[in-house]
């Protein structure tokens, strides 16, 4: 089983992004699936999740910008970046639990800059 993240790049602030990440391989069933982020220097940190049935958490500090959702046809997990921040410069990771074992993708960078 594999997670392959994508749709990381460089934004200026304010501007948007939106990362994809799809599980691949001999899978059964697909439950909980999330994003994290991890900048230079600090420890990896939940952006966002989805349950299976659609039930959604988010950090405080994206609420209003980032939007979570998912395909369970496709075993498929999207984050829709609005408005961003410099502060939300980091290498994103895809997490699933994918038949009862947690996965990661191999994480894609967000750069936000001018």
């Known amino acids: 089983v594999q997670l392959q993240a994508s749709g990381g790049g460089l934004v200026q602030p304010g501007g948007s992004l939106r990362l994809s990440c799809a599980a691949s391989?001999?899978?059964?069933?697909?439950?909980?699936m999330a994003w994290y982020r991890q900048a230079p220097g600090n420890q990896r940190e939940l952006v966002a999740s989805?349950?299976?049935?659609?039930?959604?958490y988010y950090t405080d500090s994206v609420k209003g910008r980032f939007t979570i959702s998912r395909d369970n046809a496709k075993n498929a997990v999207y984050l829709q970046m609005n408005s961003l921040k410099s502060e939300d410069t980091a290498v994103y990771y895809c997490?699933?639990?994918?038949?009862?074992?947690?996965?990661w993708g191999q994480g894609t960078l967000v750069t936000v800059s001018s």
């Open positions: 997490n699933a639990n994918v038949d009862l074992v947690s996965r």
């Open positions: 391989g001999r899978i059964f069933s697909v439950n909980g």
């Open positions: 989805i349950s299976r049935s659609g039930a959604t």
